[in-house]
């Protein structure tokens, strides 16, 4: 078995949870900072998680060597969603893009990317990362690719589970 092979059901199951994750939450408090006892709990909300993992597409087709429709950032989503950006609560729904755009854009280019990932050549995942603290962390493309599939996402994803219970949310 490739090891792609391997990679798909978590990279499905991920995606699964994403959606039940995000799918009942009002558009409304999609961008907002949970309160709770008058006190603003720090917590990545939906709107910043969805965003920040739309970067990703991009650049995992990029060090795969794989062209990928779809997985397209606009510019501005680089300065909102950066790897250390600050997430803040939006309550006009002025800063961060719509519920919608963000849904669209995070599952768009989720699902271009795994619909690419048997076209991978087994290769590629043996290369050494070119960024040396990446190299020092994961070592290789491969390494880095299965982080940036499963263990990311579903850190992110946790923050939003954690969001939906300070917000009253049921579980996923």
Request: with cysteine; net charge negative.
């Amino acid at each position: 078995m490739k090891f792609v092979e391997y990679l798909k059901p978590g990279t499905l199951a991920v995606r699964g949870y994403a959606e039940r994750l995000v799918g009942q939450v009002p558009a409304e408090s999609f961008a907002r900072v949970p309160v709770v006892g008058g006190v603003p709990i720090i917590i990545n909300h939906p709107a910043f998680v969805l965003g920040h993992l739309s970067l990703y597409p991009v650049q995992l087709a990029e060090m795969a060597g794989i062209q990928v429709q779809g997985t397209e950032v606009p510019e501005h989503y680089q300065t909102l969603f950066k790897m250390g950006a600050q997430c803040v609560d939006d309550p006009q729904g002025i800063l961060y893009p719509s519920k919608d755009e963000l849904v669209e854009r995070y599952f768009t280019s989720t699902d271009a990317l795994i619909a690419r990932l048997a076209d991978l050549d087994a290769k590629v995942f043996d290369v050494p990362l070119e960024n040396p603290a990446r190299r020092e962390k994961f070592g290789t493309v491969g390494a880095f690719l299965a982080y940036l599939l499963l263990a990311h996402p579903q850190t992110h994803l946790g923050q939003v589970s954690g969001w939906r219970r300070c917000m009253g949310m049921d579980p996923a």
